[in-house]
Nanobody, 125 residues
Framework: QVQVVESGGGLVQAGGSLRLSCTVS????????MGWFRQATGNEREAVSC????????YYDDAVKGRFTISRDNSKNTLYLQMASLKPEDTAIYFC??????????????????WGQGTQVTVSS
C-alpha cells in the first residue's frame, strides 16, 4: 500500500520561509517523478514544482520561480520544497504527488498518481 505523508506546513508572516517534506512508502521512490501541487480555497489544484527521478530536471510555476526550490533524497524516499519570500497568495493546502507527468514547461497530475492528505501553509500579511 502506497503512503504519502506531507509535513512542514504552518503559519508564517509574509517574507518568511518554510520547508515542506514528503515521505513516500510502498513504492520504488526513484522510479517516479514527483511534484508539489497546491489548492487554495475555491480554486483548482495547481502544479507548483516538479522534479524528475534523479533531480536533474525540474519545473516551477511562474508564480514561485526564484522563491521555491524543489529537491529529493532518494536514499530517504523524501521530497522537499524549500519556500522563501512567502506571500499571502501562497496560502493553500500543499500536496505531494508521486508519478507526475513532467515535461518541458509543464507538470501534470496523472490518473494513477499517488498523493497524501496535504499540509496547510498560511502566509499572513
Amino acid at each position: 500500500q502506497v503512503q504519502v505523508v506531507e509535513s512542514g506546513g504552518g503559519l508564517v508572516q509574509a517574507g518568511g520561509s518554510l520547508r515542506l517534506s514528503c515521505t513516500v512508502s510502498g513504492l520504488t521512490f526513484d522510479d517516479y517523478a514527483m511534484g508539489w501541487f497546491r489548492q487554495a480555497t475555491g480554486n483548482e489544484r495547481e502544479a507548483v514544482s516538479c522534479i524528475n527521478w534523479n533531480g536533474e530536471r525540474t519545473y516551477y510555476d511562474d508564480a514561485v520561480k526564484g522563491r521555491f526550490t524543489i529537491s529529493r533524497d532518494n536514499s530517504k524516499n523524501t521530497l522537499y520544497l524549500q519556500m522563501a519570500s512567502l506571500k499571502p497568495e501562497d496560502t493553500a493546502i500543499y500536496f505531494c504527488e508521486a508519478n507526475v507527468g513532467l515535461g518541458t514547461g509543464y507538470c501534470d497530475r496523472r490518473a494513477n498518481g499517488y498523493w497524501g492528505q496535504g499540509t496547510q501553509v498560511t502566509v499572513s500579511s
